[in-house]
């Protein structure tokens, strides 16, 4: 029993990878049909009703009301969840009609970096000398990128959208780690896509327009999206840090790409052009340096930039 219940935190974190790799590949596969808010609203719709529903069933068993946060606090939890719900996968929609999905993956794996950033720029965290070599790093995979795609032509305008996914998702990491000071992370990811799923009704038009000529199999897509890489993949992410070290499970993300890119090629036939996918290796190397942790001395408080660039290898 004891050797299952170590297996546990093990078996979530892996579904958690898997299911956020399959993001992108359902993004890239149903894209065709929705437009970037329309298929942002469609799975963010899903999603809510699914965190919803599990919501009411933890409180059911607990026999508790749902407690929810109230006056700024819950204002702040609101436009997180506008941010990271709502502007983030409009960003990631619209880039990957650009980029095919494993570019898109590597692209967005430097929100690590981008967090480093603003923990040196805002926290006060400075700037050591394995950040600026990460950054540089990091940057030299971006200009790698962007001078190819899939297509094997220069895209500047997906490079652009991908990297603003990057910042959005960076800077939602950032401010997520101050809500769960005070919040239980069920309840501000419940809030949170609520609040991102109300941002996103002015697309609702478009939505009901593009479903009502698009296949069964983008209706399904977009409700694998809601279900699976958006509620069960947050949850089961919860579940594995609270048994485990932020620092292990958050390397495990780094097989979130990799995975992308095996099942883009498989299902879709798409793989990366040649330098697209040297660019993204670059960045996650730039990744790896900028966020290494200190010597033990240095570590035994862990800074801001560390916790939260932890954090951020944690989504999709």
């Not at 038009?205 to 897509?221: D, F, I, K, R």
């Not at 932020?246 to 330098?275: K, M, N």
Request: aromatic share 6%.
């Amino acid at each position: 029993m004891r050797r299952y219940q170590q297996l546990l935190p093990l078996a979530a974190a892996a579904t958690t990878v898997v299911f956020w790799a399959s993001a992108f590949v359902g993004i890239r596969a149903v894209g065709h049909e929705l437009s970037p808010g329309a298929l942002a609203l469609g799975r963010m719709l899903v999603g809510s009703l699914t965190l919803t529903a599990i919501v009411l069933v933890v409180r059911t068993r607990r026999r508790a009301a749902p407690t929810v946060p109230r006056g700024r606090l819950l204002g702040a939890v609101a436009l997180w969840g506008a941010a990271w719900f709502g502007l983030y996968n409009l960003a990631l929609n619209a880039a990957e009609r650009h980029l095919d999905a494993g570019t898109a993956a590597l692209l967005v794996n430097v929100a690590p970096v981008v967090v480093a950033v603003l923990a040196g720029l805002l926290l006060g965290e400075g700037f050591p000398a394995r950040l600026l070599a990460g950054m540089a790093i990091a940057f030299g995979g971006v200009v790698l990128i962007a001078t190819t795609t899939s297509a094997g032509g220069t895209d500047v305008a997906g490079v652009l959208l991908g990297l603003l996914a990057a910042l959005v998702y960076a800077g939602a990491a950032v401010a997520q780690k101050r809500l769960l000071a005070r919040v239980d992370a069920l309840t501000v990811t419940w809030i949170g896509a609520v609040a991102g799923t109300v941002a996103l009704l002015p697309y609702l038009p478009a939505l009901l327009t593009e479903l009502a000529t698009a296949s069964g199999a983008t209706a399904a897509g977009i409700a694998y999206l809601g279900v699976f890489p958006t509620a069960v993949a947050f949850l089961t992410w919860g579940y594995a840090l609270s048994r485990t070290t932020a620092g292990r499970l958050a390397a495990a993300t780094y097989a979130v790409p990799p995975i992308v890119v095996l099942l883009s090629w498989t299902l879709l036939g798409e793989f990366p052009a040649p330098l697209a996918l040297a660019g993204g290796l670059l960045c996650l190397a730039g990744v790896a340096v900028a966020t290494r942790r200190g010597r033990p001395a240095a570590a035994s408080q862990p800074s801001g930039a560390g916790t939260a660039a932890v954090a951020v290898r944690t989504g999709r």
